[in-house]
């Protein structure tokens, strides 16, 4: 992993996840992003870690994965977050641990977002927090969903 660019609000702005939030907030949200770069087969978090960042994905494909469903078989693939999606909502739900793995399948370059700052700022400006959890909450439901039909899958 590597930084490759500094983080401006163009660029955050651009970003389907943080379409419609005040430029004050992306400037906020700014001061403590990079972008880097993930190579094929590198694991971005493993499940049970500390969850201390929040990923928006620029370019390339990550396996949200889980343990294997059956003893010695391959990881249970949960589903697959591509560009203009974010990986990791583990950064906000006490004990910041993530759930499962995440692993680069194609190249992948996405924004990292730091969660202790990003944590703090919500706390700083409320409707920052709000928004974020409102977002944040969507993409748990569909993760969530995503989950339930690789195991009904599993089952049959």
Do not use: H
Not at 37 to 49: A, Q
Not at 65 to 81: D, F
């Amino acid at each position: 992993m590597q930084n490759i660019m500094e983080i401006d609000t163009t660029l955050l702005a651009k970003q389907p996840f943080l379409k419609g939030f005040p430029k004050e907030q992306l400037d906020m949200l700014a001061e403590n992003a990079m972008v880097v770069e993930f190579p094929v087969g590198k694991y971005i978090f493993n499940e049970g870690l500390a969850a201390n960042r929040f990923y928006i994905i620029l370019k390339g494909e990550v396996a949200l994965e889980s343990a294997p469903v059956k003893k010695g078989g391959p990881p249970a693939l949960i589903q697959t977050i591509k560009t203009g999606d974010v990986l990791g909502w583990s950064w906000l739900f006490p004990p910041y641990q993530w759930n499962f793995d995440a692993r680069a399948v194609k190249p992948t370059t996405a924004i990292i977002l730091f969660a202790a700052a990003l944590r703090k700022n919500c706390e700083a400006d409320p409707r920052l927090g709000y928004e974020l959890m409102k977002r944040v909450s969507k993409v748990v439901v569909t993760r969530l969903q995503a989950t339930r039909q690789q195991l009904l899958k599993a089952k049959r």
